[in-house]
């Protein structure tokens, strides 16, 4: 690993025994390649503290020289690599947390099985996260929820139906008059504002108790637990048990509410043998 790429490192923890750790390393051979390189620069790079490191203003540029480095490095060689048609060098991939949970395993077990030659880049957000990287183009391929505003290259993976679900409540007429807590997640505003406006189509009033929780997981296993009721999409459902009662969602029309899930990637690494690959296994997988 070159002296750019564990320094883009450095700074994305701005902590020493956490990037030692990404590094594999000790933290006191990091201390010493970092003051080697502050001495080659003839300047300080980071300021020590108790809880951790500071860029300096010479260190911000030196890292952002760094990061332009490591990106035209890794972008001559995937041009390089798909000159001869293989698939190797790395896929850069960008994916909503719930499907990297439920969905995702599969495929990247099938894809790394079959190229193994391939690095895998994954970091995993919610949908507006993921829009912002691509459209930053700092990764390959995003696996979004909804219906992303996306001019290049989009394709339509699946779609789960929502549900609620409870031990108890088994219709949704009984939700204006029970006293059991909505258990929410936090998600994407559209998510969100998807079931505001279902329930406000229903119901004249809104819940009477709410509880909003960090993440879906917990929501469920709450909501599994008996402690209220939840709106979960099919996905995350997969070991739901007969004590649950699951209830469909449907519109003001009649027709299933579902969340639709989307595989999105610009035109140029459309090119990339990688991306082609991966997106092969996703058919495979998905027909």
């Known amino acids: 690993m070159t002296e750019y790429e564990w320094l883009v490192i450095l700074a994305e923890e701005l902590n020493m025994r956490k990037a030692a750790a990404r590094?594999?390393?000790?933290?006191?051979?990091?201390?010493?390649?970092?003051?080697?390189?502050?001495?080659?620069?003839?300047?300080?790079?980071?300021?020590?503290?108790?809880?951790?490191?500071?860029?300096?203003?010479?260190?911000?540029?030196?890292?952002?020289?760094?990061k332009e480095i490591v990106q035209a490095t890794e972008q001559v060689k995937e041009e390089v690599e798909q000159m001869d048609g293989r698939a190797s060098g790395t896929l850069r991939l960008a994916v909503v947390?719930?499907?990297?949970?439920?969905?995702?395993?599969?495929?990247?077990?099938?894809?790394?099985?079959?190229?193994?030659?391939?690095?895998?880049?994954?970091?995993?957000?919610?949908?507006s996260n993921i829009m912002e990287w691509m459209y930053q183009n700092d990764f390959h391929i995003g696996i979004v929820r909804g219906v992303p505003h996306w001019n290049g290259i989009k394709h339509f993976l699946f779609a789960d139906r929502l549900y609620l679900i409870d031990q108890k409540i088994n219709g949704?007429?009984?939700?204006?008059?029970?006293?059991?807590?909505?258990?929410?997640?936090?998600?994407?505003?559209?998510?969100?504002?998807?079931?505001?406006?279902?329930?406000?189509?229903?119901f004249e009033t809104p819940p009477e108790r709410t509880m909003v929780v960090d993440q879906i997981e917990t929501c469920k296993q709450l909501a599994y637990h008996g402690i209220g009721y939840a709106i979960l999409p099919e996905i995350a459902l997969h070991d739901l048990d007969d004590s649950m009662n699951k209830i469909p969602l449907k519109d003001r029309t009649g027709r299933l509410m579902e969340r639709g899930t989307w595989l999105i990637g610009a035109d140029t690494a459309w090119q990339l043998p990688q991306v082609q690959a991966f997106y092969q296994v996703v058919r495979e997988l998905m027909d």
């Open 97 to 127: 947390s719930i499907a990297a949970q439920h969905w995702l395993p599969s495929i990247l077990k099938r894809f790394t099985e079959r190229y193994p030659n391939v690095k895998i880049a994954l970091v995993t957000g919610w949908t």
């Open 172 to 202: 949704l007429e009984q939700l204006p008059k029970t006293d059991r807590p909505f258990i929410q997640f936090k998600s994407d505003s559209t998510y969100f504002l998807h079931i505001q406006q279902w329930w406000h189509e229903q």
């Open 23 to 66: 590094l594999y390393v000790s933290p006191s051979a990091l201390s010493q390649r970092l003051q080697t390189l502050e001495n080659d620069w003839n300047t300080k790079i980071f300021v020590r503290t108790p809880r951790g490191l500071i860029l300096t203003p010479a260190g911000e540029r030196i890292v952002q020289l760094s």
